[in-house]
């Protein structure tokens, strides 16, 4: 216990002047410490947002199993990454709940409170005192021929003072000692609590998401089976394009050294005598009921009008010996 004397005193005076230097440093140290905890269950709250947020917009990039375009980037496997960050995010809130209740509302009541009630303390003991010793001045000043009923009076006023003097002290001496009392457990108690509501919090978070572990490895295999597969497909549509293109320019060679005449244009100038056996086998499976396409690709045409220019068409040579040609995109003449 701090006082260990009652009585009033100038040690006594001096020892209440310090507590209440230290209550006041204290008072302006714990409202610095609530403003920062406010910011921090600010962003608390800040982050929930973010968190419902970012998995409504996850929800609605994701689609529904409705959606072609959805299905072909594995938008609903992302439906239960939905469902946990929403989870995630009211744990985020119970969080901001708890470090409010526990900490500022707690901070806010030591300060407007507890430490506020040490300074109402003081002035009514500096007005009690005030009285008390003019009450004593005024008792002390009575002459020997003063009326007995006047001494009376001013007696009762003395010892009413006293009395008032006395109960505003012990109550500076109470608001203090309660301060000095809660000092010692009320920020361990609000601070600790927290971090316990932290770990409660990151223990929620990470046994969610630790049941998910299997399903999250499961995608995360399936999407790199999925880059590998588009990879190789990748690789292969290369290699064709690249043979394609040599196959253009052997056909254009081939042409350009031995045929003249019409203008051909870039896709079948002339038939050689491998693709010759080719066309035997086809012409072969379509006796059997199966149509196949032989050659295709761009000609130069010679128009029937008057003016007998060429114009640029899509021909088509199938197994059954029809030859199609296109003017434009789904139209075709035989």
Known sequence: MHFNKLDDS????KQIQGLEESAE????????????CRKYTEGLGEG???????????????GGHNDPISVAFGGPVMTKFTIALREIGTYKEVLRSQV????????LQYVNIDLHEVKEARKCFD?????????????LSLRKGTKTDVAAILEEELHSARSAFEQARFSLVTALSNVEAKKRFEFLEAVSGTMDAHLRYFKQGYELL?????????????AQ??????????AALNERMQEYKRQIDRESRWASNGSNGSPNGDGIQAI????????EAVMQSAAKGKVQTIRQGYLSKRSSNLRGDWKRRFFVLDSRGMLYYYRKQCSKSS
């Open 127 to 139: 007005k009690a005192s005030l009285l008390y010793d003019q009450a004593r001045e005024k008792f």
């Open 210 to 222: 630790h049941q998910m572990e299997p399903y999250i490895n499961q995608v995360l295999t399936y």
């Open 48 to 62: 929930y947002d973010g968190d419902i947020a970012f998995a409504s917009a996850l929800e609605t990039f994701g």
């Open 225 to 234: 089976q999925s880059r590998e597969r588009s990879n190789y497909e990748q």
């Open 272 to 279: 050689g005598r491998s693709s010759h056996k080719m066309i």
């Open 25 to 36: 440093v204290l008072r302006e140290r714990s409202l610095k410490f609530y403003k920062g």
């Open 100 to 107: 409010e209740h526990m900490l500022n509302d707690r901070l």
């Open 10 to 13: 100038p040690m006594f005076r």
